[in-house]
C-alpha cells in the first residue's frame, strides 16, 4: 500500500477561484491512509503556450475584439513578486509524470475547466496511467465526460469514500469495477454505473492538506491587499434553487439516489479546531468561508457560530443572500471580524429575477437589506449576471438601477454561462439558444449561446462599463454608451473613463488591515504575484 502513488492534478486558469478544500481533503485522506500523493497545479503555468480551445464555436464567440478593462475589482497593493511558470504546462505535467510516477491520475474539474483537463490527459496518454475524473462537471454529465477517450473513470458525486476504497482495491490488484460512484468504460465501450454512495458525515471529514499545493497559492487579494487566505468549509450545499447554479440539482441527485440530503452542516467544534490550526501552524491572515449562504442557520446556530469565532481574530469573508441579513447578525458578526461581505443580486428586475433566476424577493426588501452593511460599516459586493435566456437591454438595465440604488462597496458583473446540472440549461437547449455539446467556459468569459436579444460584443461591452453605469452620474451616459462599442473609439473612451473612474472611486480602503498580519516568508515573496493576473476574489 505505502508503493501506491496518486497524482492529483488540478486544472486551474490563473484567474479563477482559491486552491479547492476537496484535493487538500482528497489528500489527506489518503495520506492518512498511507498513500503516497503529490499534486501538479496549472494555475501558474501560462496556459496561452498550450493548444487550449474550447471548439471552434466557443472560440468565435470568446474571440471579441476590442479594449477590456476590470473596474469590477479594487487594485490591491504589491507586496511582491512572481517569476511565473513561462513554459507549457503539458511539458511541466509529462516531466511530472515521469518523477514521481504515479499508479493512479486524479483530476477535478468544473466545466469550464474540463477541456484543460482533456488536454493534459491526452499529454499523457502514452504513459497508460490509469485516471479518474470528479468534480462537478462529470456529477452532472457523466456521459458526456466519458465520451472523451482521454477519460477512463469518472465519480459521480462525492469522491471522499471513491477515492478509499478504489486505491484501496488497485494498490491490492483487486477488481474494481463494483466501486460506488465509480462510472467506467469497459474495453469493448460498455459503461459500468454503479450506485451513489450516501453523502458523507462532514463532521468525519479529516482536516483538509493544504500542504499540498505550493504556499505561494494561498495568497490573495481583498479588497486591495493580499493575504494569506484558508478556505474553510461550514456547510455543503445550499438550500436556495438559483437556476444558474447547481446547488439546487445536487439536492434533487442525491434525494433520488441516495434518499439523503446533500445539504449538511459541520459542527462549530470541528470548524474551531480546523481554525485554531490554520491560525497557530499555518500562519493564516485571513479565512474565507466558502458557504454558497453563510447565513443559513438558525438563530442559535448563527450566535453559536459567533461565540465559537469570538478567540479566533481573524478576519474573514463570508457571502450570504439578502433575506438572511438583519441588524442583529451583522452586528454580532461585526464584532468578531467580518471584513467584507458578498451577496448575490444576480437581477434587478423582480418579475424576472423571480421566474428566470429563482430568487423571489422584492427589490425593496434587497435595498432596504443592504443599508445594514453600510449601517456597521461593513463593505460588501453585489454579485451581478448579464445574458440570462431573452433578457433585453431594458431588464439588463434595472440592474444597473438597483445597483445605483444601492451603490455596494464593490460589484461584479458576469456573463451567464448555462453549466451542466444547472436548472437554466436545459431551458436555454430548447430554445435553440445553446448548442448542447458545447461546454461553457469560466464565468469570466463571454456567452457561448446564440441569444437573439443579444450578440457576444454586446455583451461584452456592457460588462466592461457595468460599473461606469452604476458609479458615474446620469450625465455621463452618453460617454459610456461609446465606451460600450468594440471600436476603436470605443476603445478610446473606455481607457478614458477607465482611468477616471479608478481615481474617483478606488483609493485606499480605511478597511485593509493588512500590516496587522503575518509578514510573507521571504521565498514566497520571491515568487508572489505583484500583476494583474492574481486571481481576484473582491
Known amino acids: 500500500m505505502a508503493n501506491f502513488r496518486v497524482l492529483f492534478i488540478y486544472p486551474n486558469q490563473r484567474t479563477e477561484s482559491l486552491v479547492p478544500p476537496s484535493l487538500a481533503i ?17 494555475t501558474n503555468y501560462d496556459l496561452d503556450a498550450d493548444d487550449y480551445i474550447q471548439t471552434k464555436f466557443t472560440k468565435e464567440r470568446n474571440d471579441s475584439k476590442g479594449y477590456v478593462q476590470s473596474l469590477l475589482v479594487r487594485p490591491f497593493e504589491s507586496r511582491a513578486e512572481l517569476h511565473r511558470k513561462h513554459t507549457r504546462a503539458v511539458d ?6 515521469e518523477e514521481f510516477k504515479p499508479d493512479l491520475i486524479a483530476v477535478t474539474s468544473t466545466e469550464s475547466t474540463f477541456l484543460l483537463a482533456i488536454n493534459l490527459l491526452k499529454a499523457i496518454k ?31 458525486g462525492e469522491g471522499d469514500n471513491l477515492l478509499v476504497e478504489l486505491c484501496e482495491r488497485m494498490s491490492k490488484g483487486q477488481d474494481y469495477s463494483k466501486v ?130 469570538s478567540d479566533i481574530k ?27 461581505l458578498g451577496f448575490g443580486m444576480e437581477h434587478g428586475n423582480e418579475k424576472f429575477r423571480a421566474e428566470v433566476v429563482s430568487r423571489k424577493y422584492s427589490n425593496e426588501t434587497a435595498i432596504e437589506a443592504l443599508k445594514i452593511p453600510k449601517l456597521f460599516d ?16 431594458e431588464l439588463s438595465d434595472d440592474t444597473i438601477e438597483i445597483n445605483r440604488s444601492i451603490q ?50 454586446q455583451l461584452i461591452g456592457l460588462k466592461r462599463t457595468f460599473a461606469m453605469y452604476v458609479r458615474f452620474p446620469k450625465s455621463r451616459w452618453p460617454e459610456i454608451r461609446i465606451a460600450e462599442q468594440l471600436t476603436p473609439e470605443g476603445d478610446a473612451m473606455c481607457r478614458k473613463l477607465g482611468e477616471e473612474f479608478t481615481a474617483t472611486f478606488f483609493s485606499t480602503p480605511k478597511t485593509d488591515i493588512t500590516e496587522q498580519g503575518n509578514p510573507i516568508p521571504v521565498d514566497v515573496q520571491k515568487r508572489l504575484a505583484a500583476d494583474d493576473t492574481l486571481p481576484l476574489n473582491n
Open 180 to 309: 460506488t460512484s465509480l462510472w467506467l468504460k469497459k474495453k469493448n465501450g460498455d459503461i459500468v454505473k454503479n450506485t451513489m454512495t450516501d453523502p458523507v458525515n462532514v463532521d468525519e471529514v479529516p482536516d483538509p492538506d493544504f500542504e499540498l499545493f505550493e504556499e505561494i497559492q494561498l495568497y490573495r487579494p481583498m479588497y486591495g491587499k493580499v493575504y494569506k487566505m484558508i478556505p474553510v468549509e461550514t456547510m455543503r450545499g445550499c438550500p436556495y434553487t438559483c437556476t444558474f447554479c447547481n446547488s439546487p440539482a445536487q439536492n434533487y441527485l442525491y434525494k433520488e439516489r441516495t434518499g439523503k440530503n446533500f445539504f449538511r452542516k459541520r459542527s462549530l467544534e470541528r470548524v474551531h479546531n480546523e481554525l485554531v490550526y490554520y491560525r497557530d501552524v499555518m500562519k493564516a491572515e485571513y479565512i474565507y468561508f466558502w458557504a454558497d449562504t453563510f447565513f443559513a442557520w438558525s438563530e442559535k446556530e448563527f450566535d453559536a457560530f459567533c461565540e465559537m469565532y
Open 92 to 97: 511541466g505535467l509529462r516531466k511530472k509524470v
Open 408 to 457: 455596494p462597496t464593490q460589484m461584479s458583473c458576469s456573463i451567464l454561462q448555462p453549466y451542466y446540472g444547472t436548472p437554466i440549461r436545459p431551458l436555454c437547449e430548447a430554445k435553440g439558444y445553446l448548442h448542447p455539446d458545447i461546454l461553457c467556459p469560466a464565468n469570466s468569459e463571454n456567452t457561448v449561446m446564440n441569444l437573439p436579444t443579444y450578440t457576444p460584443d
Open 378 to 393: 461593513v463593505p460588501f459586493s453585489m454579485n451581478n449576471i448579464i445574458g440570462f435566456p431573452d433578457e433585453t437591454r
Open 314 to 340: 481573524l478576519p474573514f469573508w463570508c457571502q450570504t443572500r439578502v433575506e438572511t441579513v438583519t441588524e442583529d447578525k451583522l452586528r454580532k458578526i461585526k464584532d468578531i471580524g467580518l471584513h467584507f
Open 126 to 156: 502514452e504513459y497508460q496511467i490509469p485516471n479518474i475524473v470528479g468534480g462537478v462537471f462529470p456529477t452532472f454529465a457523466p456521459h458526456r465526460a466519458l465520451s472523451f477517450p482521454e477519460v477512463d473513470m469518472i465519480c459521480v
Open 26 to 42: 482528497f489528500s489527506r485522506i489518503l495520506k492518512d491512509r498511507g498513500y503516497t500523493v503529490d499534486l501538479f497545479d496549472t
